[in-house]
């Protein structure tokens, strides 16, 4: 487990740069499919403020996440995709990169972050479901999590989440 752990301490966690845009389409493919990478494109071109980050190892993009912004509760993420490469999974990089993002989310004053995934991977990190039971969507339940990065964020709101329309097919082709 130690080796796992200095892997992925030499790893760079990064903001996505301009020239980064063709290895992560290449990453997103790779992992998912063309169709996800060009949406993940779209996603991280459009105008809203989204948080697009890479790990990055000996100049070799390994790992994505992005964080786009939703519409409901005050200043609100939604966090997907967020991939690995085969090769490089289950060496803490995935970790490292949501830790990475949910810090720069809470230092540009993002309150909370939605999730669709897996209730022990993201659990780890503070994700629950009952706090993503204000939210109105259709896809409720076990696997829908939310964080608050702000203490109380989500305590007196509930309703629809706003999702922009390429993130629902990013999320409808991955779930």
């Given at each position: 487990?130690?080796?796992?752990?200095?892997?992925?301490?030499?790893?760079?966690y990064?903001?996505?740069?301009?020239?980064?845009?063709?290895?992560?389409?290449?990453?997103?493919?790779?992992?998912?499919?063309?169709?996800?990478?060009?949406?993940?494109?779209?996603?991280?071109?459009?105008?809203?403020?989204?948080?697009?980050?890479?790990?990055?190892?000996?100049?070799?993009?390994?790992?994505?996440?992005?964080?786009?912004?939703?519409?409901?509760?005050?200043?609100?993420?939604?966090?997907?995709?967020?991939?690995i490469?085969?090769?490089?999974?289950?060496?803490?990089?995935?970790?490292?990169?949501?830790?990475?993002?949910?810090?720069?989310a809470?230092e540009?004053?993002w309150?909370?972050?939605?999730?669709?995934?897996?209730?022990?991977?993201?659990?780890?990190?503070?994700?629950?479901?009952?706090?993503?039971?204000?939210?109105?969507?259709?896809?409720?339940?076990?696997?829908?999590?939310?964080?608050?990065?702000?203490?109380?964020?989500?305590?007196?709101?509930?309703?629809p989440?706003?999702?922009?329309?390429?993130?629902?097919?990013?999320?409808?082709?991955?779930?």
């Amino acid at each position: 487990m130690a080796e796992r752990k200095s892997i992925a301490a030499t790893v760079t966690y990064r903001e996505t740069g301009a020239s980064d845009r063709a290895p992560v389409r290449a990453l997103q493919a790779a992992v998912y499919d063309s169709a996800i990478a060009g949406i993940c494109e779209a996603l991280i071109s459009s105008p809203a403020e989204t948080l697009s980050l890479v790990a990055e190892l000996d100049g070799q993009i390994i790992g994505h996440i992005l964080l786009t912004p939703v519409a409901g509760p005050e200043r609100a993420l939604a966090l997907a995709p967020h991939a690995i490469l085969p090769a490089w999974r289950d060496m803490q990089i995935g970790t490292e990169l949501v830790r990475n993002a949910l810090k720069l989310a809470r230092e540009r004053g993002w309150r909370s972050v939605f999730v669709f995934g897996q209730p022990d991977y993201y659990g780890r990190f503070g994700f629950k479901s009952r706090t993503a039971n204000c939210a109105d969507v259709s896809w409720q339940g076990p696997r829908f999590l939310a964080i608050e990065l702000e203490q109380g964020a989500l305590a007196r709101w509930s309703g629809p989440l706003d999702y922009p329309e390429a993130y629902l097919a990013v999320a409808k082709a991955l779930y």
